[in-house]
Nanobody, 115 residues
Framework: QVQLVESGGGLVQAGGSLKLSCAAS????????MGWYRQAPGKEREWVAI???????NYADSVKGRFTISRDNAKNTLYLQMNSLKPEDTAVYYC?????????WGQGTQVTVSS
């Protein structure tokens, strides 16, 4: 079964940057819509940025202009460049398919933004 492993999170001051990575154990990125999600304490998981099957990108309004999603199909890796981070971006970040039945969720990577 495909496993997703997220990394790159950490503690950063407001205005700072982080780049997250998501490595998949299988070749699932090619041809599939993929995305980044996040879950803040006490809140439901929400989508942040996605690649559609046509490789166009969509962003949640809250991160538009600050986050950039990218992918490397050859490395089976999805990335999320996060700039101008805000305290409200604090959450556990996950990657997964962006359509259809989701794969089992990975452990996520914690992003904490201090004010």
């Amino acid at each position: 079964q495909v496993q997703l492993v997220e990394s790159g999170g950490g503690l950063v001051q407001a205005g700072g940057s982080l780049k997250l990575s998501c490595a998949a154990s299988g070749s699932i990125f090619r041809g599939n819509a993929m995305g980044w999600y996040r879950q803040a304490p006490g809140k439901e998981r929400e989508w942040v940025a996605i690649f559609t099957q046509g490789y166009s990108t969509n962003y949640a309004d809250s991160v538009k202009g600050r986050f950039t999603i990218s992918r490397d199909n050859a490395k089976n890796t999805l990335y999320l460049q996060m700039n101008s981070l805000k305290p409200e971006d604090t959450a556990v970040y996950y990657c997964n398919l962006a359509a259809g039945v989701r794969l089992p969720w990975g452990q996520g990577t914690q992003v904490t933004v201090s004010s």
